[in-house]
């Protein structure tokens, strides 16, 4: 790996990130936040931007990357984000134990959305900016961004695409990888503004409409309130926020496309008709399971079924209701979703509907070759054959993924007072979700949980924003060879 160069671009993230945390101090100061929280803000930018500025310094030199140095930048690069990010919660008081702070800083930059803050409404809005922000940051990906503001950062911005970006497919919507993450976030800030208009036209402020806007379209779910978005109790509000909490779990390529006239292409996506498919049953089934059992009129059971059933299948983890007091079907199928998250090239975390639907695929295939030994089966997507490497690699990565959710449950159980919280604790921070069920649940904060659980979460929470490899990648000893 080449050390300097992938020092050298981390520096520059630390740099933006030093700017954004400048910009908080800013609202805390027109907020009127109490003094310390400015000081806080103002003091981790300084930090923050001195370091990247010395690194930049003492890293010069010609940039030359391989494919390598893109994994090590991307997992050092939000290793060095997620400790930059801390910060703000040390210094202003928030968080007074240094792995909770990494846990909200990773958590608000991987858009996982679990907090160990309770009361909400009692925090510095400067402190609550910066907390939105990181979703803002995470959601696209904040070493995409810098790619796309930062032109040298082109020399080596595939390899930097190639491993941040989310999904099996990693679509480029031009020649130059610059230009692909400019339209990348273009499409996701020109969502964001969208649904900061509407959410202000039902009644929110500017602040809670963009915090909300930034959770939503990052699929996070931090909430200015400690009642979540149940707090405002509006039709309308949760209404938006379903219709964004869906466009946020669709691949942006296709958003993309859509907005430059070929709304067809939405359909023609395989894996997006699937998508809707499993949103649209899911929504269905959770419904009717708490129709009549926890709502007695079959509209507020809609309302809510279809609400969580976004939330958690698109891995934002918003919540109006207290799910895990729902009967047992509800339970499961809102953890069988956890599983599945948004699609490739989304903002989602989970397995990925691609994969998914590869994996289902190949099962029918398998089954088919045993009913027919002399068959030749081919694993089609949309009328393409998919090449066998591809296949066994999407199959490889759904085993790898149940793999480390059950060795990560195992150590969890040590440090939770039960397998519920264990289980859902994990697959909450690997498919990037937020609250899981029991000590955990969407009522629950995990404030609870002892630092060595917080930091076993907080690597599940990376394993599952970078999406495995790129973090196991950079602990196994052949990186670090020559």
Not at 146 to 154: D, E, K, M, T
Not at 202 to 220: E, I, K, N, Q, V
Not at 274 to 281: A, E, M, P, R, S
Not at 438 to 448: E, I
Request: with cysteine; proline share 5%; charged share 10%.
């Amino acid at each position: 790996m080449n050390t300097r160069a992938v020092a050298h671009l981390i520096s520059f993230m630390l740099m933006v990130i030093a700017l954004a945390m400048l910009g908080c101090a800013g609202v805390a100061v027109l907020s009127g936040d109490p003094p310390a929280a400015v000081r806080a803000l103002v003091i981790s930018a300084g930090l923050v931007f001195g370091v990247g500025a010395a690194l930049s310094r003492g890293t010069r030199g010609p940039l030359e990357l391989s494919r390598r140095d893109g994994f090590g930048i991307v997992a050092f690069g939000w290793v060095a984000a997620a400790v930059a990010g801390a910060l703000p919660y040390l210094l202003a008081g928030v968080i007074r134990q240094p792995v909770a702070a990494l846990f909200e800083s990773m958590s608000g930059l991987t858009t996982t959305g679990a907090s160990v803050l309770t009361d909400l409404e009692a925090l510095p809005r400067g402190i609550l900016f910066w907390r939105a922000l990181t979703h803002f940051f995470g959601g696209m990906g904040v070493l995409i961004m810098c790619v796309a503001i930062l032109p040298f950062l082109g020399v080596g911005g595939m390899q930097i695409y190639r491993a941040e970006m989310p999904g099996p497919s990693k679509d480029r919507l031009a020649p130059r990888i610059t230009t692909t993450a400019k339209l990348l976030w273009g499409v996701y800030v020109a969502l964001i503004a969208a649904q900061t208009g509407l959410l202000m036209l039902g009644g929110l402020s500017l602040f809670d409409a963009l915090c909300h806007a930034f959770a939503t379209l990052a699929t996070g779910g931090f909430s200015t309130r400690t009642a979540s978005l149940g707090a405002f109790n509006s039709v309308y509000i949760e209404v938006v926020t379903i219709l964004f909490m869906f466009l946020a779990g669709v691949n942006f390529s296709l958003h993309y496309r859509a907005l430059s006239g070929q709304v067809r292409a939405y359909f023609r996506d395989p894996e997006f008709r699937f998508y809707c498919g499993i949103w649209l049953v899911s929504g269905l089934v959770l419904s009717a399971s708490v129709w009549r059992t926890v709502y007695p009129g079959w509209g507020q059971a809609l309302r809510s079924g279809f609400f969580q059933g976004t939330s958690i299948l698109t891995t934002t983890g918003f919540a109006t209701a207290d799910f895990d007091a729902w009967p047992a079907a509800s339970r499961l199928l809102l953890v069988l979703l956890m599983f599945i998250g948004g699609c490739a090239g989304s903002t989602g975390g989970g397995i990925k509907h691609l994969r998914l639907l590869v994996v289902i695929k190949m099962v029918l295939g398998e089954i088919m070759l045993f009913m027919r030994p002399q068959a030749v089966v081919r694993v089609k997507v949309g009328g393409r054959v998919l090449p066998p490497g591809a296949a066994a690699n999407i199959g490889a990565f759904f085993t790898l993924f149940l793999l480390l959710f059950a060795l990560n449950t195992l150590l969890m159980t040590f440090y939770t007072p039960d397998l519920a919280t264990a289980a859902s604790s994990v697959i909450a921070a690997m498919g990037n979700i937020g609250p899981g069920l029991a000590a955990v649940g969407p009522t629950q904060t995990y404030a609870a949980i002892p630092d060595p659980g917080q930091l076993i979460l907080t690597f599940c929470m990376l394993l599952g924003r970078l999406e495995i490899y790129t973090v196991l990648i950079v602990l196994l000893p052949g990186f670090w060879k020559k």
